[in-house]
């Protein structure tokens, strides 16, 4: 059995393509080419140079040694917050400015959250001098204000969603809305390994860079390539498919995904869509949905913006529903909690996504001599308000 996708863009009975009429020849334009293009030597040569020479990469996996001392284990931190823009969205957005040149697009839509990938992709189409609009909920657009700053400094127009909870789903509504009314000269460069088949495998693919680098760094230092464990948060669940890429089927090691509780599972003011959801289809892929009995999504809830989205990518739903993965939910509290932890113990501040993923240690013990490498996604600076008003400083 593999947990990777089918030729059909399935993850066991999660993923597909279902989408409106009017985006077929869009998707379809996607699905027939992405798979050529990323093959040809051209496009792997200029991915793979400016993740070295622009995003920064290899990012370092760093032992980090006092965190290790207090939970009796062996941490890595695999330092995906030290990327160019400061988080993993920016490998994605490489990937997909360049498929979107080589299939002759002039014009980049992208929805986001915390910010972090309307700031990818604002910087990747300035980097190409290419028009960019990013959709943003109005709620995310107030709390993550430096990158909306940053958005508009790199040239790119932020409209606000206004719409639902106002927060990434009705943002990635408004992108698909004008994605269809936009179909020859379009890109939509999506944010996560969510949406219809090819995105969710295409994302993953792009982030795949992740894991490829902890073997190579992890044999280095442990003489080992395979983790025990392997830990990150997931929102859509972008990082995550990128630090489990090339060990979904290598059952040795485990797998540890982390959803964001919000204010308790059972609040009704959460994000932790494994727990929460059922089958449905959001966003044009069928996949785990947190929905009301008749079928209406339920408004998410987390402190984090890049972790309330209802849903989560097909690939994880998969390894939720086939037990691959353990699925751990984490509370505001507990993230904020860990957030400062890391920040007083390692000298990193990380994002608040990231402080979820953190968060584990005091939810699971390990053993000794397990070696747990943890993604930790991005770097707190854009939440920097957030901790402020959290922990009054
Ligand atoms: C730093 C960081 N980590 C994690 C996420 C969650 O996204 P994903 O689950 O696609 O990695 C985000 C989303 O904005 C983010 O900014």
Redesign the pocket.
Known sequence: MSYNISEKGYYGEFGGAYIPEMLYPNVEELRQNYLKIMAEPSFQEEFHALLKDYVGRPTPLYFAKRLSEKYNTKIYLKR??LNHT????INNTIGQILMAKRLGKNRIIAE??????GVATATVCALMGIECIVYMGEIDIARQAPNVARMKMLGATVIPALSGSRT?KDATNEAIRDWINNPVDTHYII????GPHPYPDM?AKF?AVVSEEIKSQLLEKEGTENPDYLI???????????TYYHYLDNEDVNIIAVEAAGLGVDSGESAATSVLGKEGIIHGSKTLLMQTNDGQITEPYSI????D?PG??PMHANLYKTGRAEFIAITDKDAMTSGLELCKLEGII?????SHALAVFEHKTFQPDDIVVLNL???GD?DLQNYIDYFKL
């Open positions: 995906e917050d400061g988080a993993h969205k986001t959250g915390a910010g972090q990938h990434l944010g996560s390994v969510v994302v982030q990150a948060c997931v929102g859509g669940g972008s990082n995550a498919a990128g984090s913006a890049g972790l989205y989560v990518g990380p994002a608040i996504e990231s996604s991005g770097r854009k």
